[in-house]
């Protein structure tokens, strides 16, 4: 595929901050502050409190083993502390499952890219469902989030809207087309690197092609009058037929097959894999199985370091898909 250049972001320190942001979210804070055990009969109330003093590893864990009866600590912890205490918090809902933990997060959010707490929300809520209704802020937030942020940010915040079950899926395909659209032909700042296995350009694209495959079929009529819209833009027409693909349209089987079998991209034709997969279905099966014995290996290491076969990997992880 045609290497493409980024063009520069322009909307502020605080977007151009929010891949950072993101990064930090996945990395662990040292348990130096409270080095002792915490007590098994403390309420939610008193680990909020010792929380505020000093972060720690074994008080977040409490408070998270708490589950939905930590909520109305939490809830008040946000009301009243400073912003670094309100990003811990952040943290502690992120390990915390539940309707209840996922509505505080989406108001979290709602106060935009200027809030530590608010990125941090932003990260924890990538693979959640929201069920309630979102209120008009939260929803001009995570659309401006789409449009704005950068490469990582926009494809994050992507994934988000488009688990927001009670907004209509036009509403959340808009603006997730129209900045996937844009991030392919010239992508904002994407990240030099990014923890995982794929490219940064290609793990930033992907985010999106996730967010796609969550909305599901009523992306199809959508995702097919941007195809007829892109005639003649290459990369452009390739990138929205994966897209199909993620949300499940077989008209784009074959084409996505031949870009399994001959992609020149590994990270391009990883996704690929997905994709067809997702396409095809069943008939999918026998190209699945032939990958297994696929020795391509990323460029970049797992998070324990170790080599990753790319292709082998995703075509069994489909085929358990396939097979449940």
Known sequence: MTR?????????????????????????????????????????????????????????TALQAQGEAAIPAIAAGLAQGDEAFR????????????????????????????SSAA?????????????RPLSAQELRTLVALVREAN??????????????????????LASIIERF????????????????????????????????????????????Q?????????????????????????AVATRLKEVVLGEADRYVRCVAVRAYARSAQSDAIPLLESLLDDDTESEYTSCTGGKVLLIRNAASDELARLRK
């Open 4 to 60: 493409r250049m980024a063009r520069p972001h322009s909307h502020g320190v605080h977007l151009l901050a929010l891949c950072s942001f993101l990064l930090a979210c996945a990395a662990s804070v040292a348990d130096t502050a409270f080095p002792e055990s915490v007590a098994s009969d403390a309420t939610p109330e008193r680990i909020v409190a010792r929380l505020q003093a000093a972060e720690s590893e074994a008080l977040l």
């Open 87 to 114: 990003v811990t918090l952040a943290r502690a809902l992120g390990g915390i499952g539940g309707d209840a933990s996922t509505s505080l997060l989406v108001g979290l959010l709602a106060e935009g890219p200027s």
């Open 119 to 131: 990125m941090r929300a932003l990260a924890a809520l990538q693979n959640r469902p929201v069920r």
């Open 151 to 172: 490469s990582i940010g926009a494809g994050s915040a992507a994934r988000v809207l488009a688990r927001c079950e009670r907004v209509p899926a036009r509403r959340r």
């Open 181 to 224: 659209e844009a991030e392919v032909v010239s992508p904002v700042s994407p990240a030099s690197s990014w923890p995982g296995y794929l490219s940064p350009e290609v793990s930033a694209l992907n985010q999106f092609l996730l967010a796609l495959s969550y909305i599901g079929r009523p992306a199809v009529t959508p995702l097919q």
């Open 226 to 250: 941007a195809l007829r819209r892109a005639a003649g833009q290459a990369d452009l027409e390739q990138w929205l037929t994966l897209a199909l693909g993620m949300a499940g349209d077989k």
